[in-house]
Nanobody, 128 residues
Framework: QVQLVESGGGLVQAGGSLRLSCVAS????????VGWFRQAPGKEREFVAG????????NYADSVKGRFTISRDNAKNTVNLQMNSLKPEDTAVYYC?????????????????????WGQGTQVTVSS
């Protein structure tokens, strides 16, 4: 099992940047794929980005392509989400989610992948 803890959220002006981090417990984090999701008030949770176990493959929602970058450092049990050119519509609670352990590390997760482990979320607010 893994436990996930997000950090890095906050208040930023439109056009600014934030870097979210998701730190996982456990010794086999490199065998878990990870996704970032977000949920705005009154809206359904939506997929933002995903990364394969080894970090070789990534996947993004169309709404964040070219602005957000997902990466991971398995030595530090960390997955990051660099968010640039933020817009007010990016305002949401951001969650990281993971699933595994998997033997093969190239599968890149998406919106409909299985995620058994979730963090508690971190608030991102973008002011106009």
């Amino acid at each position: 099992q893994v436990q996930l803890v997000e950090s890095g959220g906050g208040l930023v002006q439109a056009g600014g940047s934030l870097r979210l981090s998701c730190v996982a417990s456990g010794r086999t984090f490199s065998r878990y794929y990870v996704g970032w999701f977000r949920q705005a008030p009154g809206k359904e949770r939506e997929f933002v980005a995903g990364i394969s176990c080894r970090g070789s493959n990534t996947n993004y929602a169309d709404s964040v392509k070219g602005r957000f970058t997902i990466s991971r450092d398995n030595a530090k049990n960390t997955v990051n989400l660099q968010m640039n050119s933020l817009k007010p519509e990016d305002t949401a609670v951001y969650y990281c989610a993971a699933d595994g352990p998997y033997r093969y590390g190239d599968y890149v997760p998406g919106a409909n992948s299985k995620y058994d482990y979730w963090g508690q979320g971190t608030q991102v607010t973008v002011s106009s």
